[in-house]
């Protein structure tokens, strides 16, 4: 979908002088105050940058730079504005449009009231994110989906917009014309059901009972990727229950927009498999078909003591998600679901109820198009990580900007490092995770093993770069970091996002979502692999008498399973970025920190091509650019213009391994000087964000992070 197909600007719902936002220890939060209350305290540079409100007060435009190095300069030091005091840059994690549905809902069925202009922002935003001819896609840049469409559609509805709204009139003419709400794929069906909208039969069973079986078994919930395993966690608790909301008028009126059938008419049984054609991106195979026909029968006759049983193991994996997580979970889907699930069994004035209501706010974010709900609490530590060591490439210690924001980036990498491990991690299938950072902020406390080895090789390169930042850290702590990095390590060499690899490629074959790739096991990423190699060859060098031959052998053998992962064509394949742009800038890091590069006449063929697959795909303009559309299609796509995210990961890519063609990496770097702002920044162009293949996700501080990063290396390597 282009920027074209999407909605224009839907004007502002509140006043947008009266959005504040505080950070503590990473944790935002936004509320809209009182316009005494915001007399007394006026908004600053971050909270007008989120907002899209004028911000020249702050900004001082400079001269149009001439070197590379006066470049990322300048961007670092428009980059420093927008850091926040606790040292992280806050910014919109969203894209996905399958999430705002669960908070609506979830707050529809509990009563739970939104705060003051939440409801009225949460509107804008769907209608700033609409396809302009009717509907919502999967993400920001899809077309319509009946998935999107509706569930948004219901958002719509639940908080107050007339089914006569010429919005919504266009959202169901879509709808209906798509084969109705019938065909929504399994997310929609569960969150239809919950709603009273839907009803259980029109699903295949989610079957609690797999969490009775031994762990052993392969297809036990312990296997399933951690994600998958926490939503489906809650969603199998309520589909045992068979939990419907309170039928209302507005529910039974949402049955009749909803659907091409009457409601009371349906087949339901028949609806099972029934996925609209726009949707469906992963359909059921045929161990699936076979598996799900016999479990089906199941449920009929299910044996209600086992059923009790298995309901209370998952009951109690919930309750121990909200401790271990501080009431966030892994992501908003999880989130939503463990907060409907504990007020179903404990009620409204319940603590723990109360808690996810005040944890809801690590979720929403108030930007310019309105109030959305983001992919996890946060990025943090990514950002946070990979924004240090962009600084740090300019190399200018003695420069009041470099130092402050380095010793805030150190200070919430101290801050955020998980120091002692969760309780009873082995008993709940948790990964160890002392000594890891996560994605969001400590309390969170899921570490993840890209996430921790990009904190840790900032932290380590803060160390060696940086005597203006005291205190430091005590060693130990970076000891945990490699006992907690070393177990995560996989037989064939590679490393998972969350957990070791636990269950087989089998398994993707019964992946019930429809709409997603690979989401059932987790498996081994070129990105996660080369992340930790990279961490861990720096931690050889600082700390020389630690575990030094493991790391060596975890460092041959990661290199050889990213070998395994080239492309006949040379490239690499992404799972987290867009695409093999930027899969390939972590295969030749890896590469590089091995020692492989054609300065030394050491670069291996798998870099050669890597090099050619890159050069390859260089634009008449200079630069680089990718669609999304490699992810879903996994094949390069190239963007109509180049971009200047994908044109900083390729020159990354290319003068890690230091590329002798000087010429062409210059013709890059041209571009993202013309692309810079007169102010230090650069625009927000394609989304450059990716989870499962199928799903789109921003990441804001990528377009101020990768260009200074890639100049600031330009520059080292031709100072002249």
């Known amino acids: 979908m282009n920027s074209s197909d999407v909605s224009p600007g839907v004007p502002a719902a509140t006043d947008l002088s009266r959005w504040r936002m505080t950070s503590t220890g990473g944790r935002r939060k936004w509320r809209y105050i009182s316009e005494e209350e915001s007399n007394a305290r006026p908004q600053n540079m971050i909270e007008k940058y989120s907002l ?15 070197t590379a190095k006066e470049s990322a300069v300048n961007g670092m030091n428009f980059f420093s504005l927008l850091q926040c005091e606790d040292g992280h840059w806050p910014n919109d994690y969203s894209g996905p449009l399958f999430l705002i549905p669960g908070l609506v809902i979830v707050y529809y069925v509990t009563k739970t009231e939104f705060p003051d202009g939440f409801k009225e922002e949460i ?16 993400h920001i840049e899809d077309d319509a989906t009946v998935f999107g469409t509706a569930l948004n559609y219901v958002s719509m509805r639940l908080l107050g917009i007339s089914a006569e709204d010429e919005d919504l009139k266009k959202a169901r003419k879509f709808l209906l014309a798509n084969g109705g709400a019938e065909g929504v794929p399994s997310w929609g069906k569960f969150w239809l059901c919950v709603l009273n909208c839907y009803k259980w039969e029109g699903m295949h069973t989610l079957v609690p009972e797999l969490w009775l079986m031994p762990t052993w078994i392969p297809a036990h919930p312990s296997t399933l990727w951690i994600h998958c395993r926490y939503v489906y966690l809650g969603m199998s608790y309520l589909y045992g229950h068979k939990y419907y909301a309170a039928e209302d008028d507005l529910i039974r009126d949402l049955r009749k927009e909803l659907f091409v059938e009457d409601f009371d008419k349906i087949n339901w049984p028949y609806q099972r498999d029934n996925v609209a054609a726009c949707d469906l991106y992963t359909p059921h195979s045929w161990l699936f078909t076979c598996l799900f026909s016999f479990l089906d029968v199941y449920e ?22 909200d401790v271990m997580t501080s009431y966030i979970s892994i992501g908003p889907i999880s989130k939503m679901i463990n907060m409907l699930i504990r007020w179903h069994k404990e009620g409204p004035e319940s603590e723990a109820f109360k808690l996810h209501i005040e944890f809801v706010d690590d979720y929403v974010w108030m930007g310019k198009e309105g109030v959305n709900m983001q992919g996890t609490s946060g990025n943090q530590v990514w950002d946070v990580a990979f924004g240090a060591m962009a600084i740090l490439e300019i190399d200018t210690p003695d420069d009041p900007t470099f130092q402050k924001i380095l010793r805030g980036a150190y ?41 921790t080895a990009e904190a840790f090789k900032a932290m380590l390169l803060m160390e060696d770069a940086c005597s203006f930042i005291e205190p430091k850290i005590d060693r130990e702590r970076y000891r945990d970091t490699v006992d907690m990095l070393l177990p995560m390590v996989n037989s064939n060499g590679g490393f998972s996002s969350y957990e070791t690899l636990r269950g087989g490629k089998l398994l993707e074959m019964l992946n019930p979502s429809e709409v997603f790739g690979d989401i059932m096991v987790d498996y081994t990423y070129t990105e996660c692999t080369s992340s930790v190699m990279q961490a861990l060859r720096h931690y050889v060098d600082f700390d020389p008498g630690y575990r030094t031959e493991e790391i060596w052998a975890v460092l041959k053998n990661g290199l050889n399973h990213i070998k395994s992962n080239q492309r006949p064509d040379g490239s690499f394949e992404g799972c987290w970025g867009v695409c093999f742009t930027y899969g390939t800038w972590f295969a030749l890091e890896a590469f590089a920190c091995m020692g492989q590069n054609f300065e030394d006449n050491t670069a291996s063929l798998e870099v050669k091509n890597a090099c050619s697959f890159l050069v390859s795909k260089q634009q008449e303009d200079g630069g680089w650019g990718e669609k999304f559309a490699s992810c879903r299609e996994r094949r390069y796509v190239h963007s109509e213009r180049s971009l200047v995210v994908n044109t900083s990961w390729a020159l990354l890519s290319l003068m890690a391994v230091r590329y002798p063609d000087q010429t062409l990496l210059q013709r890059g770097i041209k571009l993202l ?22 799903c789109a996700i921003s990441y804001p501080a990528f377009k101020n992070v990768f260009p200074v990063w890639a100049l600031a290396r330009y520059a080292k390597l031709y100072p002249s």
């Open 52 to 66: 899209g409100i004028d911000c020249s007060e702050f900004i001082k435009d400079v001269p149009r730079a001439t």
């Open 123 to 138: 509107i804008r935003y769907l209608r700033s994110v609409k396809v302009k001819d009717g509907g919502w896609g999967l």
């Open 411 to 451: 200070s919430y990498l101290d801050c955020g490092q998980v120091i002692e491990s969760s309780p009873k991690c082995e008993d709940y299938y948790r990964q160890y995770n002392k000594g890891g950072w996560t994605q969001t902020t400590r309390t969170q406390a899921l570490v993840v093993s890209d996430t």
């Open 300 to 321: 009929q006759t299910h044996h209600g003591g086992l059923r009790e049983q298995a309901l209370d193991i998952c009951y109690d994996h919930v309750r121990q998600d």
């Open 673 to 694: 000087m013309e692309r810079q702002l007169e102010n230090g920044d650069w625009q927000q162009e394609s989304i450059s964000g990716v989870f499962n293949k199928s």
